[in-house]
């Protein structure tokens, strides 16, 4: 089993940046692909970004549009995501998943709890 813990979450103005975290543990020795996605009034679960183990080409939402950049540090075992621009759209709740980078929810196999973003106007 892998547990994934997302941190970093919190309420910010329009045009701010954050930073989520999320610390996997147990079998991290998997070399599991990661991903990120988000829950918001419109989409129930939408792909936001995903890297694979190996940090190589990485995958993002077509609503990114280079705001966002997705990084991982295989040492400390936790995966980043550097919101930059926030828009009030972005509001939701990021969830970490790992297991894929496919940018459908269901081809992941472990979740996070999930880390609430609030973006004001």
């Known amino acids: 089993q892998v547990q994934l813990v997302e941190s970093g979450g919190g309420s910010v103005q329009a045009g701010d940046s954050l930073r989520l975290s999320c610390a996997a543990s147990?079998?991290?020795?998997?070399?599991?692909?990661m991903g990120w996605f988000r829950q918001t009034p419109d989409y129930e679960r939408e792909f936001v970004a995903s890297?694979?183990?190996?940090?190589?080409?990485?995958y993002y939402g077509d609503f990114v549009t280079g705001r966002f950049t997705i990084s991982r540090d295989n040492a400390k075992n936790t995966m980043y995501l550097q919101m930059n621009s926030l828009k009030p759209e972005d509001t939701g709740v990021y969830y970490c998943?790992?297991?894929?980078?496919?940018?459908?929810?269901?081809?992941?196999?472990?979740w996070g709890q999930g880390t609430h973003v609030t973006v004001s106007s």
């Open positions: 147990g079998r991290v020795s998997s070399r599991l692909d």
């Open positions: 890297v694979p183990w190996s940090g190589g080409v990485t």
């Open positions: 998943a790992a297991g894929s980078v496919s940018s459908w929810h269901g081809d992941y196999d472990y």
